[in-house]
């Protein structure tokens, strides 16, 4: 059993930039594939970037390349997502996931742990 905290979200304004962390309890979070997600206001949960169980490998929406940075401390058991640039359509509830499945994946499906999630408003 993995349980998952995010922390870091907060309200910005347009071209701020803010890291979310996820922290995980248990000791094997390095086995886990972790992914962050977006839900925003009547929309659906949608994937934002996943990086592999070692940080080999990350893969993120197109929307946020170039402006989001995945990454994560094992020794911490902590994964993070640096946003830069953030635009309003940025605004969520911003989630961290993780996956025992062996290839990384952006279907939210193949995910077995949630946190509960941490709220990003962008301002403009």
């Known amino acids: 059993q993995v349980q998952l905290v995010e922390s870091g979200g907060g309200l910005v304004q347009a071209g701020d930039s803010l890291r979310l962390s996820c922290a995980a309890s248990?000791?094997?979070?390095?086995?886990?594939?972790m992914g962050w997600f977006r839900q925003a206001p009547g929309k659906e949960r949608e994937f934002v970037a996943i990086?592999?169980?070692?940080?080999?490998?990350?893969y993120y929406t197109d929307s946020v390349k170039g402006r989001f940075t995945i990454s994560r401390d094992n020794a911490k058991n902590t994964v993070y997502l640096q946003m830069n640039s953030l635009k309003p359509e940025d605004t969520a509830v911003y989630y961290c996931?993780?996956?025992?499945?062996?290839?990384?994946?952006?279907?939210?499906?193949?995910?077995?742990?949630w946190g509960q999630g941490t709220p990003v408003t962008v301002s403009s």
């Open positions: 996931a993780g996956s025992r499945f062996q290839a990384i994946s952006a279907m939210a499906g193949y995910y077995d742990y």
């Open positions: 248990g000791r094997t979070f390095s086995n886990y594939n």
């Open positions: 990086i592999s169980w070692s940080g080999g490998s990350t």
